[in-house]
């Protein structure tokens, strides 16, 4: 069937209120919104890729502003539903000395009713990619599920599936990160692993290469590492491991970054970049991100980040 969409993310949106100050003594906050799987989304999106979201949004006083201002970032949000629950929030403070302070409140939030209900085969099967992490996995019993049987309709239909762990130990137990991340690794094409806080958590490796060789064994076609340690990324496709430096070390916030990458990762993967192409255009792009403050409102623009790229599709 033709393809309406290039992606499509699944997961959580939270209201993101940041600040300059700790959050002990700050007198004002500034109001955006974040989510990782939504900050893939969005990147892709102001890339030029065609993009949808599944979530549920609160039916509470940030609905309105939520669904506003997706639709003026051009997401397909036709698959959003409304829940009676309130949405969920997180408070971030500015990097200094100490470093910076995140506090979430995502508990029996709208997002947590994510089910199979939301999970459209014909919506599925009208896009290239379907991704999603496992932080939306660790929502609730019922997202868990609708991410399982989102991979399981993609794969019948063809259409290519990517995953992040995205291991917090605010959010998951080694345990349970291990759990979400066996339950979809035989559905995955392209994994996207943190070296620091994946893949010794769930593969208890540490060595690129033999984790590399692993998943590819395991049926994974292209596995992209972000190292901070070696300040950059390994992606590992057909046979080949290739390494990309992080595009700077001028960094104001990283938080959301490596969803950044994902975002662009992805649009270069439906726009006819190789997986080692697809990974400089996002180094470049969550560079861009990591300069600003916050997760959505410091993501880069196409203008800023084609400029940029010296390498042209082929």
């Known amino acids: 069937m033709d393809k309406f969409l290039d992606i499509i993310t699944i997961g959580e ?6 600040c300059d100050d700790n959050l002990s003594s700050t007198e004002c906050f500034y109001k955006y919104y974040g989510g990782d799987t939504l900050v893939t989304a969005v990147t892709a999106r102001r890339l030029g890729a065609k993009v949808g979201f599944i979530t549920k949004v609160g039916d509470d006083a940030f609905k309105d502003y939520l669904i506003e ?3 003026k970032e051009g997401l397909d949000i036709s698959h959003v539903k409304i829940a009676e629950e309130q949405n969920g929030v997180y408070f971030i403070t500015k990097p200094g000395v100490e470093g910076k302070e995140l506090a979430y409140y995502r508990k029996k939030i709208a997002q947590s009713k994510i089910s199979v209900s939301d999970v459209s085969e014909e919506y599925i099967a009208s896009s290239r990619v379907i991704y999603t992490s496992g932080i939306t996995q660790s929502i609730s019993l019922s997202a868990k599920e609708a991410v399982s049987l989102a991979y399981s309709v993609a794969r019948k239909n063809g259409v290519i599936t990517a995953y992040d762990p995205n ?21 995955v094409d392209i994994m996207f692993m943190s070296t620091k806080n994946d893949t010794v958590c769930i593969l208890d490796l540490d060595s690129v290469e033999c984790i590399i060789k692993y998943l590819w064994d395991m049926g994974v076609s292209t596995v992209v590492l972000k ?4 300040g950059g990324y390994y992606t590992g496709y057909n046979g080949e491991i290739n390494f990309t430096e992080f595009y700077t070390k001028e960094v104001v916030d990283t938080t959301c970054s490596g969803d950044c990458f994902n975002g662009a990762f992805l649009y270069g993967i439906t726009h006819g970049y190789t997986p080692f192409q697809s990974s400089k255009l996002a180094s470049i792009t969550a ?6 403050m916050g997760a959505v409102k410091s ?12 390498e042209v599709k082929p």
Do not use: M
């Open 13 to 18: 949106s939270l209201i993101e209120l940041s």
């Open 69 to 71: 201002c997706w639709e």
């Open 167 to 187: 291991y917090s130990a605010t959010i998951h137990t080694p345990e349970t990160i291990k759990e979400n991340f066996n339950s979809v690794v035989s559905d």
């Open 227 to 230: 190292s901070g340690k070696d």
């Open 287 to 292: 560079g861009l991100q990591a300069k600003g």
């Open 299 to 310: 993501v880069p623009y196409a203008e800023d980040v084609f400029p940029l790229l010296r």
